[in-house]
């Protein structure tokens, strides 16, 4: 016998996240999500966005990991408010992690909420969070490969970013084969190559976020929708 678990579970993640979003846009918060391995550069590349974005934006971040609250000791040595979940073991966030993660921040005080998912490229890609936009990061020795095993991921991502860039001559990354791949899964995510050790690439990926927070400051942007299929992409 065979009972579907999933189902009742998924439903009940996508009533909080409504209610996630409602708030979210209430207090006009871009909420990003962040998707990627373990290994392949989130909190370096959170690091790296905030130092870019810090003079114009009030930035807060929530670190979901399976244990330990490394990742938040970083951002709050950088200044910047964080939240530490830990799952205890579950392999993805869930809206009401993030609910009660948020109700431990004064949402009137902050522009950009970070999310940094749990390292997984399958299951947070099923998880609702209230988020505006679910952003995607594959790491150059991860291989280009991975668009093909991993296909939902980078489907559902609105923007990818390939990382450690600057070790691109050092590995055999086909990269004209990987976009070549993103393009068919996703035909409308930008790729950004950035590399959060050296900055190369920053400034694009900066500048495509930029323009999502300013859209839900001003309120022009119906939350959960921002930057999707469409609206008016120049
Ligand atoms: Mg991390
Ligand atoms: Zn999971």
């Known amino acids: 016998m065979r009972v579907d678990v999933s189902a009742p579970i998924l439903a009940r993640n996508e009533r909080l996240?409504?209610?996630?979003?409602?708030?979210?846009a209430e207090a006009g918060v871009f909420v990003l999500d962040l998707l990627a391995s373990p290994g392949a550069g989130k909190t370096s590349m959170i690091l790296a966005t905030i130092d870019a974005l810090r003079d114009r934006y009030r930035i807060a971040v929530i670190e979901g990991d399976i244990a330990s609250s490394v990742d938040a000791e970083k951002i709050k040595a950088h200044g910047v408010p964080a939240v530490q979940i830990n799952t205890g073991?579950?392999?993805?966030?869930e809206s009401d992690m993030i609910r009660r993660a948020v109700d431990t921040l004064d949402l009137d005080e902050?522009?950009?909420?970070?999310?940094?998912?749990?390292?997984?490229?399958?299951?947070?890609?099923?998880?609702d969070l209230g988020e505006h936009a679910k952003v995607m990061?594959?790491?150059?020795?991860?291989?280009?490969?991975?668009?093909?095993?991993?296909?939902?991921?980078?489907?559902?991502?609105?923007?990818v970013i390939l990382n450690k860039y600057d070790?691109?001559?050092?590995f055999d990354f086909d990269e004209a084969e990987f976009r070549e791949v993103v393009s068919r899964?996703?035909?409308v995510a930008p790729v950004f190559p950035l590399s959060a050790t050296t900055g190369e690439g920053v400034d694009a990926w900066t500048a495509?976020?930029?323009?999502?927070i300013e859209a839900v400051r001003a309120?022009?942007?119906p939350a959960g929708l921002v930057g999707q299929e469409g609206t008016d992409e120049t």
């Open 17 to 24: 996240a409504a209610e996630n979003r409602q708030r979210f």
């Open 89 to 93: 073991g579950a392999c993805h966030l």
């Open 110 to 127: 902050i522009d950009l909420l970070i999310i940094e998912n749990v390292g997984n490229l399958v299951c947070p890609t099923d998880f």
């Open 137 to 159: 990061i594959l790491s150059v020795p991860e291989g280009h490969d991975k668009p093909y095993k991993y296909p939902n991921i980078f489907a559902r991502a609105e923007a």
């Open 167 to 170: 070790t691109l001559s050092v």
């Open 185 to 187: 899964l996703n035909a």
């Open 208 to 212: 495509w976020l930029a323009e999502r």
């Open 219 to 221: 309120g022009s942007g």
